[in-house]
DNA sequence: CAGTCTTCTCAGCGTCGTCTCAGCGTCTTC
DNA sequence: GAAGACGCTGAGACGACGCTGAGAAGACTG
């Protein structure tokens, strides 16, 4: 397992990379943002352990411009700050797990762990359907490159369905997922599919939201 | 999106729920281990977030006998104590991630939504006969590569003979299994043999839907 | 407290799917 | 070879299904 060190403090990086390789991984370090930008995106690491507080580049910067790449390794942020909103920007930003200084070396290891266990990385962040994606952490809906502005409710359907895209979705599961409900007519499905339609397909003359009559809907994978 | 939360103290499940409810999800609660294994068992939950300190079980054991049975639903684990063992054991134990009283909701949230990242990846088998395909999910048949569009009714029946392909299947098995009475006018089955042959032999000049005269019909599992 | 946004209900309408029926061809039996 | 059983098919009636516009009720905002 390869693990890409990002930290500027000399004394914090050499107990990390001390401290992992005891745990038998291979460690390489970075001492700014964009040397570990460059590593990043030069070594194939199975995870990243990125600092916040750097020289040159942030480490908000380094995650976001990695993801910006399509690049979804692993990220592991770490902070000195202990605020919350530090926490939730960093995920926002699509890192996937976020310590704060001090940590234990036992904490920061089975977080790593855990993180690798999750399927090796490459999980995009968003969610797409041909030229349609949508960030759930972000609550961005863009088509074509263009921002598409949805309500809550019609997001949660939109999301639902992209999750199981291509597959075809009964108006009761999707009561059951989006509504929590499973007595409510099912006109009001029929009815945001309608909303949403408007919004995603029709100004993009697509059709990636279809009807398969008397069994539910489908989201083409290939954005229709 | 589907919640289950387990949690013994009422105020702080109340809380949890209004606060899910009010980011769109849809929450279910549960007040002790039992219940909450229980609940986890029969409902699909697209994440359960599951609280270490349960009377009658606790959440170490649900996640643990979860896990034992299969069952691979998304677990996020809170505890109110800060030990790192905690932490280091329900990562072991096969929970998804880990949280430590008090924590903000941002943070509940955006680990809820990064778990939720993660693809649910299931894919039930497609059903084959030669170059005859039918996948139940996508509710696609193809016939060399060539989509073929049905009805609800022709689908089911297609289907049901795919899945008991080379037998000799009754019509009144198909009328109990496919109509879900016994006590029709078997024509109808002929009518619909007779509807899935003009779009999925006929077209292609094959002969895979067979009639066993006296004693029902035969979907061939090579494809005719 | 007015204005806006969001959610949901309702009724109308066009379309599509389902099923019945009657006629006809074919196979089986005597 | 005649008669009946069996299976296939086209036509058409009927109902179910899905879409939409209008608008009411409630939440949120300034």
């Known amino acids: ?11 914090m990086a050499a107990a990390l990379q001390r401290g992992l390789q005891a745990e038998g991984f ?8 964009e040397e570990g930008l460059h590593a990043a995106r030069q070594g194939d690491y199975d995870v990243v352990v990125l600092d916040i507080m750097l020289p040159r580049l942030s480490g908000y910067n380094v995650c976001k411009q990695l993801r910006a790449e399509e690049n979804w390794v692993p990220i592991l942020m770490l902070s000195a700050k202990d605020g919350e909103y530090d926490m939730a920007d960093g995920l926002d930003l699509g ?14 290891v089975a977080r790593l762990r855990a993180l690798l266990r999750r399927d090796a990385g490459r999980r995009p962040a968003v969610l ?6 949508l960030d759930p952490a972000r609550r961005k809906v863009e088509r074509d490159g263009r921002s598409v502005e949805l309500t809550p409710r019609e997001f949660a359907l939109l999301e639902y369905l992209m ?62």
């Open 1 to 11: 397992m390869r693990v890409l060190v990002v930290e500027d403090e000399r004394r």
């Open 163 to 224: 999750r199981r895209r291509d597959e075809v979705v009964s108006k009761s599961e999707i009561l059951e997922h989006v509504w929590d409900t499973f007595d409510t007519d099912p006109n009001v499905v029929e009815v945001y599919v309608g909303y949403l339609r408007r919004k995603i397909d029709a100004p993009f003359g697509r059709n990636a939201l279809q009807t398969v009559r008397g069994a539910g809907y489908r989201l083409a994978g290939d954005g229709g």
């Open 95 to 108: 890192a996937d797990d976020y310590l704060t200084k001090p940590f234990s070396y036992v904490v920061l």
């Open 128 to 133: 797409m359907a041909g030229d349609l994606t």
């Open 26 to 33: 291979a460690v390489d370090l970075a001492h700014d943002g």
